[in-house]
């Protein structure tokens, strides 16, 4: 199989702190990871594309001091939503691509972040 | 304008039948991958099946089939004999090829929320 985890699952935290999202490919390894997010009720946005070794593209819109991306190895991807604010509060969900190759794209079981 | 259109945000289905869940994209570039996911209230996305711009034939996994019309840019979901733990989300994506190779992001659409009825 291909199995991707996320940690934590869940997390609450006050406004103005920083939260950390990891992201692993459990069985396979990934030289691009991508990180997306869904308020509810909503479609998926994707965020940014991380890459092993290099630094992260991030799409339009998204501040990339805001959401520090690190792809420290070909089985970790970090999210680091900085100084969160209520608007943060959202699901984030990270996945990711084998790097043997293959179209299909391998999906965490998000976290939910909530700010207070 | 939007990549993706789902223009069905929810569906009421009787258990058993089959059910069609639409899908048009918009991209100029020849070389792309269509996906539908299913999301549960959990929050998991689960893959279901995949098309890619140049495969000749329409994809299946199961009960679930793909509908790809290439001229019109459409590609719907078919799910047979539905099943009462059908009931979810579902999510058409796209990811085309972006300059510099390498893997790229979907682009979904808004979702359709399939309610499968006893």
């Known amino acids: 199989g291909a199995v991707v985890s996320q940690h934590p699952s869940r997390v609450i935290c006050k406004s103005g702190t920083s939260v950390k999202i990891e992201c692993r490919s459990l069985?396979?390894?990934?030289?691009?990871m991508f990180w997306y997010r869904q308020f509810p009720k909503k479609s998926l946005m994707l965020m940014a594309t991380?890459?092993?070794?290099?630094?992260?593209?991030?799409e339009q819109g998204v501040e990339k001091d805001k959401f520090l991306i690190n792809h420290a190895s070909l089985t970790l991807s970090t999210l680091t939503v900085t100084s969160a604010h209520p608007e943060d509060s959202s699901f984030y969900i990270c996945s990711a691509s084998k790097a043997s190759g293959g179209a299909e794209q391998f999906f965490g079981p998000g976290t939910r972040l909530t700010v207070l | 304008a939007q990549k993706i259109t789902q223009t069905q945000p929810g569906m009421f289905v009787q258990e058993k039948e089959a059910v069609t869940l639409d899908c048009t994209y918009d991209t100029s570039d020849p070389s792309y991958g269509l996906f539908w996911y299913k999301q549960p209230s959990s929050g998991e996305m689960i893959f279901l099946i995949y098309?890619?711009?140049?495969?000749?034939q329409n994809a299946t996994e199961g009960r679930y089939s793909l509908n790809f019309q290439k001229a019109r840019k459409s590609a719907n979901l078919v799910i047979s004999a539905s099943q009462l733990g059908d009931s979810a989300m579902y999510f058409c994506?796209?990811?085309?090829?972006?300059?510099?190779?390498?893997?790229?992001?979907?682009?979904f659409g808004k979702g359709t929320h399939l309610i499968i009825q006893p």
């Open positions: 098309q890619g711009s140049y495969d000749q």
């Open positions: 994506a796209m990811r085309e090829h972006r300059m510099g190779g390498g893997a790229d992001g979907l682009t």
């Open positions: 069985d396979f390894q990934a030289t691009t």
């Open positions: 991380s890459n092993e070794g290099s630094k992260a593209t991030y």
